[in-house]
């Protein structure tokens, strides 16, 4: 069965089109990635599906149509998205910016939860009284992604993990992500980093100027002649 | 004058300030929040004081029709909304009708202070989210100018509203507690006491649930960042809701402390309001301690004013706005520059 299946999305931005007839599915327990250059709609399609901006075709998770949900209906079914822009609670803690990422479940459940992020993050543990915005762009990523984490989702999007982050923890945030999905979770990951994003993930979906140009495993696109030429560089062994 | 003189304008200028406080306190909620001017805020405060005073005699409040109309419009416009029926009907059908119902039953045995108080809160303050859900909820994306114009329009109907049920006439009730203590040449009214007293209550109380609940937690995070919020499951709707809420309960509570001191008619409640208002803005409708020291300060300022220019008080008080304006916008030119 999909944990999530997307059919003919399209999204427009007025009279323009951002994203046109795209259709993928996430497995249960899948690692699925959408890479592509930048513009060509991979926020997009994940705000799509999310809710947060307005989209014509069909959007199915575990079997329900997503049609017109709102984006606070769609989280309390178990989607969640860590957006490019992070958008954390800036002058709330970093304990508190995870508590509220369990917010559908009330407050019951946080501790467990809370001892899980704390430690797949151990970092977030030392920091949790500091306010979300002091945190260095790194944190900030471990700290979206925990948040999200904290509402125990069935599919977790991820839209550009890495962007903007030094190498040493952009390898971390990938081991993370790996880690992540041997726990059973879908999971929708977002990347420009065409090579890591193929090496942790099972099927690849790739995106030009809003339409799938290609798709397969993740494996066999890496190895593709057009990918390894477009995304990859020579270099890539 | 002389130094007693100056201690009862003092004394008099914090029991003020302390009700523009809490006024001002949920301004600064129901802007952070949700963006809305509260401007309607001056009518809870009059609702609760008429409410009050009518319960005081011994009579029903005109209030609870109003509540029982609201209500059904709220379940009109919800349903309009699609929320779900069951839900719908206990928060603005059954409600009402219990309210009702246990005011009919209580009130002609005048039940004393304390009961009176609690029913006042209890049939004013639903109207407020009941007026989210129908003039504010649809508008939830408009920009800041619509909402503003649309708080407008709800306090010029609410002022109407009030005309309607409560009649031209004003009211005043009796005061919580005759007692009162003196130190040396200077005394304190039992109804100062309680004014401040309540005060201080409910500010421990908002910053305790502020603080320590998941839903403060909640109304924070909305404030701080709306799509943050929504992403983690937090209701923009279900926010703004119970910031209403507060504002109303709030609103309420400061016209049933403050109707034992003075006369309120059905419109006596904006000009209360727009003094919490000036609090706010001082403030910059953003910091909670910010805007509770300004209420202080524009109580006192006030009283003041009313001993050496009584004709000039409002004009003095409000005119106090100016200059923090001018302050404000010299301070902030330079972003707005940038944003060019």
């Given at each position: 069965m999909s944990v999530l299946s997307v059919e003919k999305l399209a999204v427009s931005y007025g009279a323009i089109p951002?994203?046109?007839d795209i259709s993928l599915v996430v497995p249960e327990g899948g690692l699925v990635t959408v890479i592509g250059p930048n513009g060509a709609g991979k926020s997009t399609l994940l705000n799509a599906i999310m809710g947060v901006l307005p989209s014509r075709g069909a959007i199915r998770f575990l079997d329900r149509d997503l049609g017109g949900m709102p984006v606070e209906a769609r989280v309390h079914l178990g989607i969640a998205l860590v957006p490019e822009k992070r958008e954390?609670?800036?002058?709330?803690?970093v304990a508190d910016n995870l508590l509220l990422g369990g917010f559908r479940f009330g407050?019951?459940?946080a501790g467990d939860e809370l001892d899980r992020v704390y430690g797949l993050f151990p970092r977030l543990r030392e920091r949790?009284?500091?306010?979300?915005?002091?945190?260095s762009g790194g944190e900030r990523q471990m700290l979206a992604m925990g948040r999200a984490l904290m509402g125990k989702p069935r599919l977790l999007m991820l839209d550009?993990?890495?962007?903007?982050?030094a190498p040493l923890i952009v390898r971390d945030i990938f081991r993370i992500i790996a880690d992540l999905r041997a726990t059973g979770v879908a999971i929708l990951l977002v990347e420009q980093n065409a090579r890591a994003a193929l090496r942790v993930a099972d099927r690849g979906y790739v995106l030009e100027t809003g339409r799938v140009t290609l798709e397969g495993e993740a494996k066999t696109l890496a190895a593709d002649p057009r990918i390894v030429e477009m995304y990859l560089g020579v270099a890539s062994g | 004058m002389d130094s007693t003189i100056a201690a009862i304008l003092v004394q008099d200028g914090i029991v003020n300030g302390a009700i523009y406080a809490l006024l001002a306190l949920s301004l600064v909620l129901v802007f952070a929040v949700t963006?809305?001017?509260?401007?309607?805020?001056g009518e809870f405060v009059a609702y609760g004081a008429l409410t009050y005073a009518a319960l005081d005699t011994g009579t029903l409040p005109g209030s609870l029709w109003l509540l029982a109309g609201l209500g059904a419009a709220a379940f009109l416009a919800g349903l309009a909304q699609r929320r779900p029926i069951f839900g719908l009907a206990l928060s603005s059908l059954v409600l009402p009708a219990a309210i009702i119902a246990t005011s009919w039953l209580l009130v002609p045995s005048k039940p004393g202070i304390l009961a009176n108080a609690l029913l006042s809160l209890a049939i004013v303050t639903p109207i407020a989210p009941y007026i989210y859900r129908i003039g504010f909820q649809p508008l939830a994306e408009a920009s800041v100018l619509v909402l503003l114009i649309a708080a407008v329009a709800v306090h010029l109907a609410l002022m109407g509203l009030g005309l309607v049920f409560f009649g031209p006439e004003g009211s005043r009730a009796s005061a919580f507690s005759a007692a009162s203590v003196s130190v040396g040449d200077f005394s304190l009214s039992g109804q100062a006491l309680w004014i401040l007293g309540l005060t201080g209550a409910l500010m421990i109380g908002l910053y305790g649930f502020f603080g320590f609940t998941l839903l403060g937690r909640a109304l924070r995070a909305t404030a701080v960042n709306r799509l943050g919020a929504r992403l983690v499951g937090i209701g923009t709707a279900q926010s703004g809701s119970i910031a209403f809420t507060l504002a109303g309960a709030i609103g309420a509570l400061s016209g049933i402390l403050v109707v034992p001191l003075t006369t309120v008619y059905y419109d006596s409640g904006f000009v209360i309001g727009l003094k919490g208002f000036t609090a706010a803005i001082i403030a910059g409708m953003a910091s909670y301690p910010g805007a509770v020291l300004a209420a202080v300060l524009v109580g006192v300022l006030e009283s003041f004013s009313s001993f050496w220019a009584s004709a000039f008080k409002e004009v003095i008080v409000f005119t106090a706005i100016i200059p923090v304006l001018l302050w404000r916008s010299l301070r902030h030119a330079a972003i707005e520059d940038d944003d060019e």
């Open positions: 951002a994203v046109e954390l609670f800036a002058t709330l803690s407050r019951r459940h949790h009284r500091q306010p979300a915005g002091t945190l550009e993990p890495s962007l903007g982050l | 963006r809305v001017v509260f401007v309607p805020q």
